[in-house]
T-cell receptor
Framework: AQSVTQLGSHVSVSEGALVLLRCNYS??????LFWYVQYPNQGLQLLLK??????LVKGINGFEAEFKKSETSFHLTKPSAHMRDAAEYFC????????????FGTGTKLQVIP | EAGVTQFPSHSVIEKGQTVTLRCDPI?????LYWYRRVMGKEIKFLLH????????ESGMPNNRFLAERTGGTYSTLKVQPAELEDSGVYFC??????????????FGNGTRLTVT
């Protein structure tokens, strides 16, 4: 069975500071990994995905994530937070093959302080 | 292209009543998924349609939930009778045929269901 664990349900950073949102996964086979973002009153939007090419994945809005197999981690980072980054972020995992059901974490709400 | 649309955006019903949620996927997307998020918890998978067939309904909580996708286009999720624990946000997502890394999930804005 696959699962993801997001450490910290709420994270606060100052505008311009580094953003680090943590995600650890569990999967019996090499997974696909994703980060989704949900802005207020909107659906989930894909930020980036890992599919076994480069371990450092760049996404939209300046976000990136690094796949570390030894640590079973896929942490999301952004060098400098902007007010518009305030949202809820979800890490997700999908196994390869079959219909690749996506399993989500519990989400991390990011607050950006001016 | 139009995105995934869900209706209604909000629904408040009393315990014991019936509610039907609707999802219109992106045109041409064979795969349609229902997910639910209870407040503060993870987004949980409910079921997966491929065209009009239920591919995986392992996440459906119980037989009070009925999902249909007649003709392989839009889908409905009926809750009858609703219980307090059914409150949450119900998300629909669709995806093209093919592996997930090439065609990720596209989500609707969700239906917020409150059962009182």
């Amino acid at each position: 069975a696959q699962s993801v664990t997001q450490l910290g349900s709420h994270v606060s950073v100052s505008e311009g500071a580094l953003v680090l949102l943590r995600c650890n996964y569990s999967s019996s086979v090499p997974p696909y990994l994703f980060w989704y973002v949900q802005y207020p009153n909107q659906g989930l939007q894909l930020l980036l995905k890992y599919t076994s090419a480069a371990t450092l994945v760049k996404g939209i809005n300046g976000f990136e994530a690094e796949f570390k197999k030894s640590e079973t981690s896929f942490h999301l980072t952004k060098p400098s937070a902007h007010m518009r980054d305030a949202a809820e972020y979800f890490c997700a995992v999908s196994e390869r093959g079959g219909y690749q059901k996506v399993t989500f974490g519990t989400g991390t709400k990011l607050q950006v302080i001016p | 292209e139009a995105g995934v649309t869900q209706f209604p955006s909000h629904s408040v019903i009393e315990k014991g009543q019936t509610v039907t949620l609707r999802c219109d996927p992106i045109s041409g997307h064979d795969n349609l998924y229902w997910y639910r998020r209870v407040m503060g918890k993870e987004i949980k998978f409910l079921l997966h349609f491929v065209k009009e067939s239920k591919q995986d309904e392992s996440g459906m909580p119980n037989n009070r939930f009925l999902a249909e996708r007649t003709g392989g286009t839009y889908s409905t999720l009926k809750v009858q009778p609703a219980e307090l624990e059914d409150s949450g946000v119900y998300f629909c997502a669709s995806r093209q045929t093919g592996s997930s890394y090439n065609s990720p999930l596209h989500f609707g804005n969700g239906t917020r269901l409150t059962v009182t």
